[in-house]
């Protein structure tokens, strides 16, 4: 997991501010389904707004489940907010 750059963070939120969400956190948490998904993304298009549904947030909290995808997925996490959080992934070319 790599630091991002403020400017780079800026970046992001303003890329996916107005974007909806591509991926769903439902009751079955951070399964490796889904973070298969969310890494196939990230490496399709370097950047991924998650939302995680009230059924995932019975037993932990929305900040904890967006630090852990991106522990998992090797992305930085780069905003939580409310229920919806952003990650970004530096793509090798």
Known sequence: MT???PGKKRFV???LS???PTIWVGRGGASGDLLKEVDKQLDKNKMVKVKILKSALA???AKQIASKIAEETGSSLVEARGHTFMLYKYRKK
């Open 3 to 5: 630091e991002l750059t």
């Open 59 to 61: 037993e932990t909290e």
């Open 18 to 20: 107005d974007a909806r």
């Open 13 to 15: 939120k303003r890329r």
